[in-house]
């Protein structure tokens, strides 16, 4: 099949509009920007360094993906990896990290067979309205201070 120069043209202003088309209906939807991710950033250092802990600081989209990654002096390799399940638990599940560990502490053992679920306080889901723009997790020596740190940074976002 031969196609010509105007079906051609006709097909690539079709594909221009619907990929336009496409971008704004995108742009509409909430997410963090550069401005949030620091601001974000930021309190938690600040609330990690208030507690005189050291740990890691993570943000992610709301697919889970990385967008922030800080581990502080001192902190162990290992919190890098908590914090990013942490986070990636709250932003893909709409709930804090902390709900999967109740539910094994209830013997609810199930939580362990949630894909990308990780059962460790720390993770909070970062929110524009009620919409789940990404999420936050935090990695400190004290799990209860993760918990409490990752929930006031969460606050802080408007």
């Not at 088309?21 to 909430?30: D, E, F, K, Q, R």
């Not at 208030?50 to 993570?58: C, D, F, Q, R, S």
């Not at 399940?85 to 990290?97: D, E, I, N, V, W």
């Not at 949630?114 to 020596?141: C, E, F, H, R």
Request: proline share 5%.
């Amino acid at each position: 099949m031969k196609l010509s120069v105007p079906l051609l043209s006709g097909l690539a202003a079709s594909l221009l509009f619907a990929s336009a088309g496409l971008a704004s209906a995108h742009t509409m939807v909430a997410s963090l920007d550069q401005k949030d991710i620091k601001n974000l950033a930021s309190a938690a250092e600040g609330e990690i360094e208030k507690a005189g802990l050291n740990g890691t600081i993570v943000i992610v989209d709301a697919d889970g993906q990385l967008l922030y990654v800080d581990r502080l002096d001192g902190s162990i390799p290992g919190s890098v990896d908590a914090a990013i399940g942490k986070a990636r638990t709250a932003a893909l599940y709409h709930t804090p990290s902390a709900t999967f560990m109740d539910r094994l502490a209830k013997g609810q053992n199930v939580a362990l067979a949630v894909p990308n679920a990780l059962p460790m306080g720390g993770g909070y889901p970062l929110k524009v309205g009620d919409t789940v723009v990404g999420g936050i997790g935090i990695s400190t020596p004290k799990p209860d201070m993760d918990v409490t740190i990752a929930e006031t940074v969460a606050g802080t976002l408007k």
